[in-house]
């Protein structure tokens, strides 16, 4: 059985087979840290990086890259979907930047590009593109939550605030709903990647690195209110799905 096939017949099976490529990499790089010290940010940018590469093999391999949403541009039409997400990632400068040397953002924003090519290659791309088969607002959920629990790892380094980390869960699942909801609207991937990566570049620069710290309950009310607004905005935009699915006549 080839691959492509076997992605078409068990959308399940091959989601999860994408899901543990992304799981396999980020353990391996946390067990590589542990042991010879190479850095958090180091770290972030090699799971990023080889998750891309590996990302861009299977693509190829499965010629999903239409499929995936990168060979469709962005229509001017479709701008004003993009409003909320990206006002909502710069809520993060409210409070002023911490980040201001030039070479130090160059690098955020390189890496944060990279980061949102390859989480969105995976979650929004290829996990989603092998769930859909089962109906649309399933994969939209499923691969929704595989995205928000995998940030529960980041309380495993020891890195992130625990308390924030459950809260930015909740946060990364709204999210979730909403960009595949914009790439189901659009057919396009590459807004999520910029949506992606603006969320992160803007926490980069006003933290000032990828450590969290323990957040104040205002932050963490706030975090927890933006994951309920995407969840509202993503359901939203596919309302026309929903409705069709309550719709559809059930088959005995």
Same mark, same amino acid.
């Given at each position: +059985?080839?691959?492509?096939?076997?992605?078409?017949?068990?959308?399940?099976?091959?989601?999860?087979?994408?899901?543990?490529? #992304?799981?396999? #990499?980020?353990?391996?790089?946390?067990?590589?840290?542990?042991?010879?010290?190479?850095g958090i940010l180091v770290q972030v940018a090699a799971v990023d990086l080889i998750l891309a590469i590996i990302g861009i093999f299977l693509l190829t391999r499965l010629d999903w890259w239409g499929k995936a949403g990168y060979t469709t541009g962005i229509r001017l039409a479709h701008v004003p979907l993009f409003i909320l997400p990206c006002a909502i990632a710069l809520l993060s400068l409210a409070e002023g930047i911490? #980040?201001?040397?030039?070479?130090?953002?160059?690098?955020?924003?390189?890496?944060?590009?990279?980061?949102?090519?390859?989480?969105?290659?995976?979650?929004?791309?290829?996990?989603?593109?092998?769930?859909?088969?089962?109906?649309?607002?399933?994969?939209?959920?499923?691969? !929704?939550? #595989?995205?928000?629990?995998?940030?529960?790892?980041?309380?495993?380094? &020891?890195?992130?605030?625990?308390?924030?980390?459950?809260?930015?869960?909740?946060?990364?699942?709204?999210?979730?709903?909403?960009?595949?909801?914009?790439?189901?609207?659009? &057919?396009?991937?590459?807004?999520? %990647?910029?949506?992606?990566?603006?969320?992160?570049?803007?926490?980069?620069?006003? +933290?000032?690195?990828?450590?969290?710290?323990?957040? !104040?309950?205002?932050?963490?009310?706030?975090?927890?209110?933006? &994951?309920? %607004?995407?969840?509202?905005?993503?359901?939203?935009?596919?309302?026309?799905?929903?409705?069709?699915?309550?719709?559809?006549?059930?088959?005995?």
């Amino acid at each position: +059985m080839t691959l492509t096939s076997f992605t078409t017949e068990h959308p399940y099976r091959s989601s999860a087979w994408f899901l543990l490529i #992304v799981v396999f #990499v980020l353990i391996a790089l946390a067990v590589i840290n542990l042991l010879f010290l190479i850095g958090i940010l180091v770290q972030v940018a090699a799971v990023d990086l080889i998750l891309a590469i590996i990302g861009i093999f299977l693509l190829t391999r499965l010629d999903w890259w239409g499929k995936a949403g990168y060979t469709t541009g962005i229509r001017l039409a479709h701008v004003p979907l993009f409003i909320l997400p990206c006002a909502i990632a710069l809520l993060s400068l409210a409070e002023g930047i911490r #980040v201001t040397a030039p070479v130090e953002i160059l690098t955020f924003a390189a890496l944060t590009l990279v980061v949102g090519f390859a989480e969105e290659t995976y979650f929004r791309g290829l996990i989603l593109t092998s769930l859909l088969p089962t109906g649309t607002i399933r994969a939209v959920i499923l691969s !929704s939550f #595989v995205f928000a629990v995998l940030h529960l790892l980041n309380i495993i380094g &020891g890195t992130w605030d625990p308390f924030y980390t459950v809260v930015d869960t909740v946060a990364a699942f709204g999210l979730g709903i909403t960009l595949a909801a914009i790439r189901l609207r659009t &057919g396009s991937i590459w807004p999520l %990647v910029g949506i992606h990566a603006l969320f992160d570049f803007t926490s980069l620069i006003a +933290m000032g690195g990828i450590d969290v710290p323990a957040q !104040s309950s205002r932050v963490l009310f706030i975090s927890i209110l933006i &994951g309920i %607004v995407f969840v509202a905005y993503g359901l939203f935009l596919l309302r026309n799905e929903i409705s069709g699915a309550i719709q559809r006549p059930v088959i005995s």
